[in-house]
């Protein structure tokens, strides 16, 4: 079975704070892929980043970095100076059982609370 | 591109109607997925199709539940004798079969329901 565990249920910053979200999985699969995902207030999700469980190296996209960790079983979320516009829900989701494609499963979220 | 699309956006019913939902899937995707959403929780798999193939359901989806794709383009999802249980927002996704993003779900804006 597969688990996503968001053990950070609200976090309020102040802006231009830098703020990491936690995300952490359970899979028994060698194969897997990690996203996030943003859902703002108009409640659409937003496809933020993937990662594939071969594919260890961090990544930067702007404000936003993301540190992959087999190990740990960790896949954190990194906002660099927030800004106001930060604020939302943002979901860490696994897709494991060796394919691309199929279910995800979703951790609980997080709600970023980001005040002027 | 156009997104993913999902109609109605909100949708009030009273207790033991039918509702129906549409998606209609970013074109060329050959995969969609649907997902529910209770308020502070994650999305929840339901079901999902390949072309004309539902490949997948979950154990949430009862009895009362039932999806559709018969041509491969759009897809239904209709509840039957609705409860008070079934109030969520209902999540459409949609991935390519091929190219590089064969693994990232993305999601239309959501269905709201709400049962009295």
């Known amino acids: 079975a597969q688990k996503v565990t968001q053990a950070q249920t609200e976090i309020s910053v102040v802006e231009k704070e830098d703020v990491t979200l936690d995300c952490v999985y359970e899979?028994?699969?060698?194969?897997?892929?990690l996203f996030w995902y943003k859902q703002p207030p108009s409640g659409e999700l937003v496809f933020l980043i993937r990662?594939?469980?071969?594919?260890?190296q961090n990544e930067i996209s702007g404000r936003y970095s993301w540190n992959f960790q087999k190990s740990t079983s960790s896949f954190n979320f990194t906002i660099t100076a927030s800004q106001v516009v930060d604020s939302a829900v943002y979901f860490c989701?696994?897709?494991?059982?060796?394919?691309?494609?199929?279910?995800?499963?979703f951790g609980q979220g997080t709600i970023l609370t980001v005040h002027p | 591109d156009t997104g993913v699309s999902q109609d109605p956006r909100h949708k009030i019913t009273k207790r033991g109607q039918n509702v129906t939902f549409r998606c209609d899937p970013i074109?060329?995707?050959?995969?969609l997925y649907w997902y529910r959403q209770t308020l502070g929780q994650g999305p929840e798999f339901l079901t999902y199709?390949?072309?004309?193939?539902?490949?997948?359901k979950s154990r949430l989806l009862s009895d009362r539940f039932s999806a559709e794709r018969p041509k491969g383009s759009f897809s239904t999802l209709e509840i039957q004798r609705t409860e008070q249980g079934d109030s969520a927002m209902y999540l459409c996704?949609?991935?390519?079969?091929?190219?590089?993003?064969?693994?990232?779900?993305?999601f239309g804006p959501g269905t709201r329901l709400t049962v009295l």
């Open positions: 899979t028994r699969d060698t194969t897997y892929y």
């Open positions: 074109s060329e995707h050959n995969r």
């Open positions: 990662r594939n469980s071969f594919d260890e």
């Open positions: 199709f390949q072309n004309e193939a539902q490949l997948e």
């Open positions: 996704a949609s991935s390519p079969e091929e190219g590089l993003h064969t693994d990232t779900q993305y």
């Open positions: 989701a696994l897709n494991a059982g060796g394919t691309s494609y199929g279910k995800l499963t």
